[in-house]
């Protein structure tokens, strides 16, 4: 029973960390490049959610109605899709070409860039995500009493929106005429822009839809943790990374698989790590060490897998 | 690949919500009461009320200082704050007022602004009646720099921090004294300078916030009295982020200025133990408002504190609990540094004397915890009677959070 809690649990952060994931593994299918400013476009999604939220209901506002968290979360994570189609254009647009070290280096100071500007804005202290009234307490499924395993609007939620954008992502990329100018671009840009795709709207959506998913994600983890600050994209961008990583760079299922997967690990750790006992230490290993306990998995993984598990070892990207 | 992979999550969705059964019903259930979140002085800012948005409520929070407007020397001081901040003071900003005003006292002794003569000043206001009479009580130091104040008990009632009407048996805090009773003189000539540290940004920002704003209310009053040695006082702010590292630039930065005469900080115990070693080669005397780990003033002759240590507040949350709150069990959350395990480990240690079991210990890293649900679900199934925390107010708020989400806590 508690081990399906934890699992659980896991599972819940585990889908946030994929849809974040999905920006890192996209934006790498088609242009190779690890975008470490994601992080900070997530950041800034669940600041851009706060702040409207803020100002349409007051920032002491205790319940705010669902159709108003609704619309301002998808203007927000709209308007974060615009943050990243800019960031690529202002930073990596001119780079392009030029040598995967600079681009990668201009996105560790898009990184810092962002973050500061966000103190700047925001100032350094915490902040909140109002939602309304029960979404995050209200049991519509109580399984064991009290203390047994509660089910919240927000759970559900995650996983209809999760659902909902795998599918829709699945459709966009396989089905559609866009989505084969993207898997072409993947391949082989030069032949894919002799054959007609206008790159630069690949990469553009690839920017938008990374980032849109970004900023829901954002949001719903600064709801899940309970509080955010400017470095919140900092932590959580490094796990997604790790995510998309070992579920192979470039893969959509993978990130999704990978958040998953690194999730449950950490929450297993939360809950099991002190039952090992620890040579020097009384009462067992750390549980401090949860979230290094995922990132030893993903190092495991890509050992004994180096092309992450749903990743592909040639050019069949997106 | 996407369709078989999702299927029985899809499965799952429904069928959890087809057969969903009632929501669990407030109050007592066959799990027995509700925990009761206990928190050493980390818990104690206005923004854990805030920022656990009434999931604070009922909690317990052991402190040096509460705003109790009822004794005359706080009320005046507490008037002044909110008149120029808006804010009612919390402890870290009546201590850091304590600490600037007790090293302008130091300094007036020495009779000039020297760094050996004001350690010598502080160094001897050993007692009751040579220390400083603050808001906080009388700031007076043992041959170590430690300081002996009594810890008060507050509770988060109705969104707000009050003094809570069950108190541990400590003798109460020291007469309160309002400040500057000094007939009001222009302070001219070259300024005295000293340095106040403390996390003026970063995960700990509310602290810096109070710190700063308690340290200016006592350099303005101090100035507007006629300064110190009849010069104006001004203070040099060193921000260091809650960090060791950052904790050492500031201190170093501090000891390349050769007008600098004292420090007060840093806050944070893990600061104050990185820094302390440069303040002791540069000859610096340094003041704590904040850090309380045993090992803050060990060592040193220059380092001073002016509040309790973690062994003592350790004892007095751990017979609270037992003595009145009357529980027997609990578990505790602590935070990774030296404040945290500190404080943990003598909680502990009184816990094993007094019978009082602790289940379980759950430790965090404030740096890279993502959340808090699944250590939340760890306590929950000990269903614990006292949560007890040592940490930081900001984790603090989310475990409250967390745990009122688990149905932990009412």
Redesign the interface.
Known sequence: MLFLEYTLNGLNTGILYGLIAIGYTMVYGIIQLINFAHGEICMLGAMVTATFLGWAFGVDAIAIPAAGFVVFMTLAALMDGGFGILLDKIAYKPLRGSSRLSALITAIGMSLLLQNLAVMIWGAGANTIKVPEGYTSTAILQIGGRLGIRITFFHISIWLFTIASMSGLYFLVQKTRFGMAMRATAQNPTAASLMGVRLDKVVATTFFVGSFLGAIGGVAVAINKGSFDYQIGLYIGLVAFAAAVLGGIGSIPGAMLGGIIIGVVEAWAAGYLSEIPHPLVEGGISTGYKEAVGFTVLILIILLRPQGLLGSRGGDRA | ???S??AP??LC?VA??T???P??DGGK???GDYSIIVGGDGVFSP?YVK????AAEGSYIITPYINDTSSPGIKAFSEAFIAEYKQEPDAWAALTYDAVGTIAVAIEKAGKPDRKGIRDALAAMNSKETGYPGVTGVTFFDKNGDCAKPALIAEVKGGKLTKSATQIDTSSAGEAKAGGDKAAKKAEGEPIVIGVAGPF???G??YGEMIKAGAKLKLAELNAAGGVLGRPLKIVWGDDESTNSKAVNVANDFAARPELCAVVGHFNSTCSLAAKAIYKAAEIPALTPGSTNVKVCEGSDWYFRNLYRDDFQGFICSDFITKSLKKKTCVVFFD?DDYGTGLKTFFEQRAKETGLEVL??????K?????????V??A??K?PEVIFIAGNY?EA??IA??C?????TK
């Open positions: 690949m996407i369709r992979r999702i999550l899809v969705a959890l919500l057969t969903g059964c929501p669990a259930t066959d799990d923004d920022l656990a948005e009434g940004t970063g995960g920002q509310k990774d379980e210990s759950i430790s965090y890293d740096k890279s915890v993502t959340e808090f649900t699944s250590l679900t760890k929950k199934s269903a900001k708020a989310l959070k967390a009122k989400k688990a149905g932990l």
